[in-house]
């Protein structure tokens, strides 16, 4: 997939990645301070492509992820399953 960036600015980007799912283009980015974005385009596959009031690319949203203190069990399974060795 190709990918105007210049209609994607986002201040700090250090990394990307797309998917797709259900007729929309999400893109992931990481700045490095750590903090995880996206938005989201319809790709046009969609049955309700061009009925919407949102059409191209949506504003950069901060993905809030939970402040719960760490499990030690997922950190101890994480490195079973995750790690080489």
Known sequence: ???K???LQHEKLQ???S???EGKVVV???TGDGQISYTIRQDG???NYGNTVQTGWEN???LGLSDLAPDPSVAEKE???LTWG
């Open 1 to 3: 997939m190709f990918l």
């Open 5 to 7: 960036l210049e209609k």
């Open 15 to 17: 990394h990307v990645n």
């Open 19 to 21: 998917i797709t799912h």
């Open 28 to 30: 992931f980015a990481v």
């Open 45 to 47: 596959f969609e049955d």
């Open 60 to 62: 950069w949203k901060d």
């Open 79 to 81: 490195a079973d399953e």
